[in-house]
């Protein structure tokens, strides 16, 4: 077996934080950032890496990428210890930051990636290659020649895309690749990555608060809160142990007071539609529904499930 792409061992960063203390003094206290972060990536996953803000994710994140050096514990990427191999790490790795730029804002895109193919020093025929099949990937051969200015969110997030993919890197690092993007967009970015990782086989490793990328792109999930690891495995197994819980959504033929169902509890009216919230490993949706029709005529139905920010807030709340 090969070892894993990226390999993480009690991984730890500290920060000294100066605070106030009466008019002319100063005290200093330790903040552990990361605490104790241990992850083992294969090589092909895509890996959602979650928490709330101040969790520890971006300093992870710059700790991989080789921006920050460790207080403690080991790192590996690629095969390098990014610290040490930052300009050879930089050769096998893309990132993406949704606030921030790799694209030159007044050229045309195209031109953009001609830059970086001298900064990254790439073969001229590999490049000419990864700029022809990605932008058929990406579909975006249409705004090769219009400047980055004006380019919409989703077509620039799609070029931002191609430019961290130019050099082959084995590694993408993605962080809000969907921040500030229409549904239309986000769809089109999602369906991109999706293609890319189908394609090239590329280890990804996604940090978003948007949920939705990572139930449409992610298997596997690593959550963290204060600086420690609370929960990494698959996400169906995720749903399974903090997810059970189901909503049966029921349009009424009229207006009712609320239903009294055994195994489910009726938590929201709102006119002839009510919400039944049962816990669906012990009470199916046939049987709530059953039982609602014998009490009253339905229209219209339909099931939700819980939503994975909801398992995430409840595992912070409940810990791992």
């Known amino acids: 077996m090969p070892p894993p792409i990226i390999v993480t061992e009690q991984l730890g960063k500290s920060f000294t934080v100066r605070t106030k203390a009466g008019r002319f003094r100063r005290t200093k206290r330790v903040v552990d950032a990361v605490a104790g972060v241990s992850v083992s990536i294969e090589a092909g996953e895509m890996v959602g890496y979650l928490g709330?803000?101040?969790?520890?994710?971006?300093?992870?994140i710059k700790m991989l990428t080789g921006i920050l050096t460790p207080s403690s514990?080991?790192?590996?990427?690629?095969?390098?210890?990014?610290?040490?191999?930052?300009?050879a790490l930089a050769r096998r790795i893309g990132v993406v930051f949704g606030q921030r730029s790799q694209l030159w804002w007044d050229l045309p895109l195209v031109e953009s990636f001609d830059l970086l193919h001298h900064v990254y020093r790439t073969d001229d025929d590999r490049h000419r290659h990864n700029v022809g099949e990605l932008v058929e990937l990406l579909d975006l051969r249409e705004q090769?020649?219009?400047?980055v200015r004006q380019l919409s969110l989703g077509q620039r997030m799609k070029g931002e895309l191609v430019a961290a993919l130019l050099h082959d890197p084995r590694v993408l690092f993605l962080d809000e690749p969907t921040i500030g993007l229409d549904v239309v967009s986000k769809h089109a970015v999602r369906e991109g990555l999706r293609r890319l990782?189908?394609?090239?086989?590329?280890?990804?490793?996604?940090?978003?608060h948007d949920l939705a990328d990572v139930e449409q792109l992610c298997r596997r999930v690593v959550i963290i809160d204060h600086g420690r690891v609370i929960y990494d495995g698959d996400l169906d197994a995720l749903r399974a142990v903090h997810g059970r819980e189901r909503t049966l959504?029921?349009?009424?033929?009229?207006?009712?007071?609320?239903l009294s169902v055994d195994g489910a509890e009726t938590v929201r009216v709102d006119g002839a539609r009510q919400w039944l919230r049962f816990d669906g490993g012990v009470t199916s949706a046939a049987?709530?529904?059953a039982a609602v029709s014998r009490q009253a005529d339905v229209r219209d139905l339909s099931i939700e499930e819980t939503d994975i920010d909801e398992i995430v807030r409840r595992i912070y709340l409940g810990g791992a």
């Not at 709330?52 to 992870?60: E, F, Q, R």
Request: hydrophobic share 45%; charged share 20%.
């Open 52 to 60: 709330p803000n101040g969790a520890g994710k971006s300093t992870t």
């Open 73 to 87: 514990g080991h790192v590996e990427v690629a095969g390098l210890v990014p610290m040490r191999a930052r300009v």
């Open 144 to 147: 090769l020649d219009v400047p």
């Open 197 to 208: 990782v189908d394609e090239r086989a590329v280890t990804v490793l996604l940090t978003t």
């Open 249 to 258: 959504v029921v349009d009424l033929v009229e207006t009712s007071g609320p």
């Open 287 to 289: 049987d709530v529904l």
